[in-house]
Antibody, heavy 120, light 110 residues
Framework: QVQLQESGPGLLKPSQTLSLTCTVS??????????WSWIRQHPGKGLEWIGY???????YYNPSLKSRVFISADASKNQFSLELNSVTAADTAIYYC????????????WGRGTLVTVSS | QSALTQPRSVSGSPGQSVTISCAGT?????????VSWYQHHPGKAPKLIIY???KRPSGVPDRFSASKSGDTASLTISGLQAEDEAEYFC??????????FGGGTQLTVL
């Protein structure tokens, strides 16, 4: 069974770049049939889709974040990553990585999430 | 695109049924049969319980069912159990590779 684990700094200052990595085990990110996603949850709020990448294919972003976000994948490490630049306090959230199965059109595997706080 | 609208909280007693709504628009929930539902216990990874609007993944009890009418999707949990207490999120494809989530509904089992 595939498992996902987020990692990265938990505290950032305003204007810095948020960089998170999702390590995938129990499956290969280049096996096809999956989108590899980043999703976040602001404190006390609902989930917000950030974007996803299809290994060897295209990457798609939430239009509200598109100018600041970059998602990439590294098959040699079986990881995919999120970069969000020019962060502000509004980017404080729990960040989740997830695997969306194309045939299901839904995310069938998630990480537990990692809290990122932006504060001066 | 705005988030999908869910009630902030619902509650029910063990054995009862509860229904959680997820209101969208014709550009998302109403336009596609790609609504999914997730169960989230604090500190754990969210769990997929419904996909393609009405389908259950293997291993999800048939106490969980879902439907859609117009621009509103619904999740029904029958025979409530204590372990069903969690936050539930809906999600819909919104065209042009855009995904929308709901604000989440906290289910309390009384």
């Amino acid at each position: 069974q595939v498992q996902l684990q987020e990692s990265g700094p938990g505290l950032l200052k305003p204007s810095q770049t948020l960089s998170l990595t999702c390590t995938v085990s129990g499956g290969s990110i280049n096996s096809g049939g999956y989108y590899w996603s980043w999703i976040r949850q602001h404190p006390g709020k609902g989930l917000e889709w950030i974007g996803y990448t299809y290994y060897g294919g295209n990457t798609y972003y939430n239009p509200s974040l598109k100018s600041r976000v970059f998602i990439s994948a590294d098959a040699s490490k079986n990881q995919f990553s999120l970069e969000l630049n020019s962060v502000t306090a509004a980017d404080t959230a729990i960040y989740y990585c997830a695997r969306e199965t194309v045939l299901m059109g839904a995310s069938d595997s998630w990480g537990r999430g990692t809290l990122v706080t932006v504060s001066s | 695109q705005s988030a999908l609208t869910q009630p902030r909280s619902v509650s029910g007693s063990p054995g009862q049924s509860v229904t959680i709504s997820c209101a969208g628009t014709s550009r998302d929930v109403g336009g596609y049969n790609y609504v999914s539902w997730y169960q989230h216990h604090p500190g754990k990874a969210p769990k997929l319980i419904i996909y393609d609007t009405t389908k259950r993944p293997s291993g999800v009890p048939d106490r969980f069912s879902a439907s859609k009418s117009g621009d509103t999707a619904s999740l029904t949990i029958s025979g409530l159990q204590a372990e069903d207490e969690a936050e539930y999120f809906c999600c819909s494809y919104a065209g042009s590779y855009l995904v929308l989530f709901g604000g989440g509904t906290q289910l309390t089992v009384l």
